[in-house]
């Protein structure tokens, strides 16, 4: 049981690593907010993890903290990006 967590937390880990790798080399700036997404996703995962392998249930309040800090921050970088990109289409058409 206890290797089955383990490869889990690589597993974890090494996604961590490839949407820290998407987020920085990106093409566009919805590309890197995504990477970002999925990295924040799989650190809340991640905390909770090592909460339940430690025997720390308040490792879960963590984690659903983070994750809700995770999404909301999301929200307000996606809710900018509209209205800016909005600004910048509306110069263009004059």
Do not use: H, W
Request: charged share 15%; aromatic share 10%.
């Amino acid at each position: 049981m206890m290797l089955v967590l383990s490869a889990t937390c690589i597993a974890i880990l090494s996604v961590m690593a490839l949407a820290l790798a998407r987020a920085l080399k990106a093409d566009t700036v919805y590309d890197r907010i995504l990477g970002v997404n999925m990295f924040g996703t799989k650190t809340a995962l991640f905390i909770a993890l090592m909460g339940f392998l430690s025997g720390r249930p308040d490792f879960l309040d963590i984690a659903i903290v983070y994750a809700l800090i995770n999404f909301l921050g999301m929200i307000a970088v996606l809710r900018f990006f509209e209205y800016t990109a909005g600004d910048e289409n509306q110069e263009q058409e004059k």
